[in-house]
DNA sequence: ATGGTGGCTGCGCCA
């Protein structure tokens, strides 16, 4: 089973780059964050034609949105919590069953913060941190089991998830707070997928911003996409892989789709 | 130290 995951950053206008990635990579299950459409605009159409009739989202006008596309069956969760009361579509989650029984599988959009790394000063801040320990507590009371969570989660934890961990130290994103929080989360039951498949020691980045002249050249970038598995899936991880390639896409995404293979089949 | 770009919407907001 194939899976991917992509913050697209507007679904209706990268419609063609999803349309080329199924083709090269034909995952069976796909997440996205940031669609930037709202439900009743949402390119169902167009997303079946592509092989996709199974289809669970959850969007809003101009920002957020979540979808999870698939070419199996899939049934929705529909007891996740509404997070912070905004009902701002971060979240969805979906079961599909599998030959070794079944898998649940979250699709999150963490919030990204804002520029100051203050929740005195900027709400946007004290929000990322509230929906952190939100899920935290939702997920230490419903321990998670043969589960997956992917998405654009907006941390870069690590030493060499980002260019500089000196010249980041304060940036929101790579400040201690969100990086306890983002482990208290993982804790509750995850290990990091794609760095049981990449060394801690070595750099990984999944976004580059849009505000650089040649973002290959400069390479200042982030891993702010993640793939975490409850142990009881770490034995059918067979392969991550990140598509940086796509940055240089004509009109990309700032963020590139990352690929999880499982030896898992469909049932 | 600053400002840089992109997507929405409708010229300011969010990333």
């Known amino acids: 089973m194939r899976l991917m995951t992509w913050n697209i950053n507007s679904l209706r206008l990268r419609l063609p780059l999803l349309a080329r990635l199924i083709e090269e990579q034909s995952p069976d299950i796909i997440c996205l964050q940031e669609t930037k459409v709202p439900d009743p605009l949402f390119p169902a159409q167009a997303l079946r034609e592509l092989g996709y009739d199974h289809q669970h989202f959850m969007g809003m006008k101009g920002y957020n949105g979540v979808a999870i596309l698939s070419r199996h069956p899939i049934r929705a969760l529909d007891a996740v919590p509404d997070w912070c009361g905004k009902s701002d579509t971060r979240h969805i989650g979906i079961t599909v069953e599998t030959d070794r029984g079944t898998v649940t599988l979250h699709d999150f959009y963490v919030p990204a913060g804002g520029d100051i790394a203050d929740p005195a000063v900027n709400d946007k801040f004290a929000h990322k941190l509230a929906f952190l320990e939100e899920v935290t507590s939702w997920f230490r009371k419903n321990p998670p089991v043969r589960s997956i969570v992917v998405g654009d989660l907006n941390i870069a934890p690590l030493e060499h998830d980002v260019w500089s961990h000196k010249q980041l130290a304060d940036v929101v994103s790579h400040t201690l707070p969100e990086i306890e929080r983002l482990k208290a989360w993982s804790d509750t039951g995850f290990v990091d997928a794609m760095r049981l498949v990449v060394p801690p020691e070595q750099k990984l980045y999944t976004w580059w911003s849009y505000r650089n002249r040649d973002w290959k050249l400069s390479n200042r970038g982030?891993?702010?996409?993640?793939?975490?598995?409850?142990?009881?899936?770490?034995?059918?991880?067979?392969?991550?892989a990140v598509l940086k390639d796509v940055r240089d896409w004509s009109s990309p995404s700032d963020h590139v789709p990352v690929i999880v293979d499982l030896a898992l089949n469909p049932a």
């Open 222 to 240: 982030r891993r702010l996409d993640h793939v975490w598995l409850t142990p009881d899936l770490r034995e059918h991880l067979q392969d991550v």
